[in-house]
């Protein structure tokens, strides 16, 4: 499916020589990590790890878990996950083979685990074995008007810190199991939704915890970076603060896209054609990095990022990363790598290459 035609396969791997920013791949399942390793993507620079609980019984354990009223029964189901995370993560640090692995922890808009209709109400009833109405009124003080801005990314990780332990917990269990027989690897947890840097330091301190009772429990000494997904304004704003407690920021162009101009990734449909003909955006902004609104944000938040924490190592991820204008972008601001599907990593090193070649950014289009 991945194979490459052997002279498309030679001229990327000339066009790798020029290029001067890093390409990874998008994949939350093991077929996607190996279509990135097939498109010689340099790693994974987001695992969306809520795609991992939405298929068989992960999603009934997942609601069990969201039902529970108190911590511990939280964490009974939550043990009943780890293997599976744990195995989850195994196998794309497996498939990687020593390759950087950019984890995201849990970012699912709750909704998206609420049951849809009556018939998934009765049958979650049954899951909890609670009376319906019961949890018809639990479901209800669930949910949001607004579950996109709602209780999502990092403050389901301050607020049930549980479910990020588990995660963080899977994740360097199968950090050392694969340490132990096969490349050593140094994984990269990322924290979706940030806004101010106390949630930075709240879910450091537990998943340092954790790493420190993992290396305990193993015997095995691993290490792994923290960082932080930069896709609120305010993240942007506020990105020196939090770039002093993280390796590495990601800009989340989709979500930083939405804030920004105040547009619903999932409603924006209906006006979209007539703003785009009367000009009023020149392309779907989540389409086209919209480099001079939402880029002066990712700009801002580089710079202040950089200004106290110079090491730290940026990127772009989302749907934008593999489009050749958000690579020309990200080269101007010397980021160290994008990140992008699988399938468009091959396009995305052509023209990281070209780009690199020709300098500035080409043609407007990509
Ligand atoms: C983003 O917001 O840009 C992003 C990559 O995350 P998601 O699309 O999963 O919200
Ligand atoms: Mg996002």
């Known amino acids: 499916e991945a194979a490459l035609h052997d002279s498309v396969r030679t001229?990327?791997?000339?066009?790798?020589g020029f290029r001067d920013i890093g390409i990874r791949a998008n994949a939350d399942t093991p077929r996607d990590a190996q279509t990135a390793r097939n498109f010689a993507a340099e790693g994974i620079g987001l695992c969306r790890t809520e795609h991992m609980f939405f298929e068989g019984d992960r999603i009934g354990l997942m609601r069990e878990m969201i039902f529970a009223e108190e911590p511990d029964d939280r964490r009974a189901v939550l043990d009943r996950l780890l293997p599976l995370q744990r195995a989850d993560f195994a196998a794309l640090f497996d498939i990687m083979a020593g390759q950087p692995v950019t984890i995201r922890l849990f970012d699912p808009p709750l909704h998206e685990f609420l049951p849809a209709d009556k018939q998934g109400l009765r049958e979650l009833a049954e899951t909890l074995s609670l009376p319906v109405p019961e949890v018809s009124a639990r479901v209800e003080a669930l949910s949001e008007y607004n579950p996109m801005l709602g209780m999502r990314g990092v403050r389901l990780?301050?607020?049930?810190?549980e479910i990020y332990e588990m995660q963080a917990r899977a994740i360097f269990?199968?950090?050392?199991?694969?340490?132990?027989?096969?490349?050593?690897?140094?994984?990269?947890?990322?924290?979706?939704?940030?806004?101010?840097?106390r949630e930075v330091?709240?879910?450091k301190a537990r998943?340092?915890?954790?790493?420190?009772s993992t290396r305990a429990m193993t015997g095995v000494d691993f290490d792994y970076r923290l960082g932080v997904m930069v896709e609120t304004p305010r993240a942007c704003l506020r990105a020196g603060d939090i770039a002093e407690h993280a390796a590495f920021l990601s800009f989340g162009t989709n979500d930083l896209t939405q804030m920004t101009y105040g547009l619903s990734r999932d409603d924006a449909g209906r006006f979209?054609?007539?703003y785009v003909r009367e000009g009023v955006y020149e392309e779907d902004p989540f389409h086209l990095l919209d480099t001079e609104g939402v880029g002066e944000l990712i700009r801002m938040?580089?710079?202040?990022?950089?200004?106290?924490s110079p090491g730290v190592t940026l990127s772009i991820c989302g749907e934008h990363g593999g489009s050749r204008r958000a690579i020309a972008f990200s080269r101007e601001l010397g980021f160290d790598y994008v990140s992008c599907s699988p399938f468009r990593v091959p396009v995305a090193r052509l023209a990281a290459a070209q780009l690199a070649i020709l300098g500035g950014d080409g043609p407007a289009r990509g």
Do not use: K, N, Q, Y
């Open 301 to 308: 938040g580089a710079e202040r990022g950089r200004a106290r």
């Open 207 to 212: 998943i340092d915890a954790v790493a420190a």
């Open 11 to 16: 001229l990327l791997g000339w066009a790798d």
């Open 201 to 203: 330091e709240l879910v």
């Open 157 to 161: 990780g301050v607020t049930v810190p």
């Open 173 to 197: 269990e199968a950090t050392a199991e694969t340490a132990r027989h096969g490349d050593p690897v140094v994984p990269e947890i990322m924290i979706p939704l940030v806004s101010a840097m």
């Open 272 to 274: 979209m054609s007539a």
